[in-house]
C-alpha cells in the first residue's frame, strides 16, 4: 500500500513551460507539504497546507503555486518554468495530533527544465 | 528556526553501533529534535524524535543532553540497508496546525561489510 504517491516520477520539460506535479496520501492526514531538494542536496520547504489554510515559504517564487482538491490531494502547479526550477520534488503528509513532525514523504519527482 | 550542525560524513562497520551527533545550540524550549534519513534518492524517512528525555524505538535510541544543545542519534547494529544521509532537524509550530522542518546537508553515513 502505498501512503504517499506522487506523480509523474521523472518530468522533462523546456523553459516557459507550466507543469503539474500530483501528490496523494491515503493516511488520512490533515496536513500535506512540499519540499524542494536542488543539486546540492538541500531539502527546503517550499509549502504547508492544512485545513484550507496555506503557509507559504517566503523565498518560494509566485510561479508556484499549490492546490488541493481535496484533503488527500496537493498538487503543485508552476508555471513559467526557468532552469533553475530543476530539481526533485517531495510531497509529504502528516497528522496535527500526535506526532506531527512525522512527515510522510513521497517518492519525488524530479523535473529538469531544458 | 534552530540551527544545525552535523558532520559530512561517518564510517561505520556493519554490526557495529552507528554514533551520529548533532549539534543544536540555538534550539528554543518548545522544540522538538527529530530525525530523518534519506537512502540514496528516496524520500526521506522518519526515524525518531524527542524533546528532553531519552527515547528509543524499533529503529533507532535519541540521546538528547540535559541542556539540549545537542544530540546522538544511535543505530545500535548497523546493517548495509542503514547507508543513508541522516537529517537532525528542528521542528517548530509553522501555524495552521503544520510543522515544517528544517532540513540541513545531514550526515552521509557508510556502513561498510
Known amino acids: 500500500d502505498t501512503a504517499v504517491s506522487q506523480t509523474p516520477k521523472y518530468l522533462v520539460t523546456q523553459m516557459g513551460n507550466d507543469k503539474s506535479i500530483k501528490c496523494e496520501q491515503n493516511?488520512?492526514?490533515?496536513?500535506m507539504y512540499w519540499y524542494k531538494q536542488d543539486s546540492k542536496k538541500f531539502l527546503k520547504i517550499m509549502f504547508s497546507y492544512n485545513n484550507k489554510e496555506l503557509i507559504i515559504n517566503e523565498t518560494v517564487p509566485n510561479r508556484f503555486s499549490p492546490k488541493s482538491p481535496d484533503k488527500a490531494h496537493l498538487n503543485l502547479h508552476i508555471n513559467s518554468l526557468e532552469l533553475g526550477d530543476s530539481a526533485v520534488y517531495f510531497c509529504a503528509s502528516s497528522q496535527m495530533s500526535g506526532a506531527p513532525g512525522e512527515q510522510f514523504f513521497g517518492p519525488g519527482t524530479r523535473l529538469t527544465v531544458l | 528556526d534552530a540551527k544545525t550542525t552535523q558532520p559530512p560524513s561517518m564510517d561505520c562497520a556493519e554490526g557495529r553501533a552507528a554514533n551520529l551527533p548533532c549539534n543544536h545550540s540555538t534550539i528554543s524550549g518548545n522544540e522538538y529534535v527529530y530525525w530523518y534519513r534519506q537512502i540514496h534518492s528516496q524520500g526521506p524517512q522518519y526515524i525518531i524524535h524527542g524533546l528532553k528525555n531519552n527515547e528509543t524505538n524499533e529503529m533507532a535510541s535519541l540521546i538528547i543532553t540535559e541542556d539540549r544543545k545537542s544530540s546522538t542519534l544511535i543505530l545500535p547494529h548497523a546493517t548495509l540497508r542503514d547507508t543513508a544521509v541522516y537529517y537532525c532537524t528542528p521542528r517548530a509550530y509553522s501555524g495552521a496546525g503544520s510543522y515544517q522542518l528544517t532540513f540541513g546537508k545531514g550526515t552521509k553515513l557508510s556502513v561498510i561489510p
Open positions: 493516511l488520512g492526514h490533515d496536513t
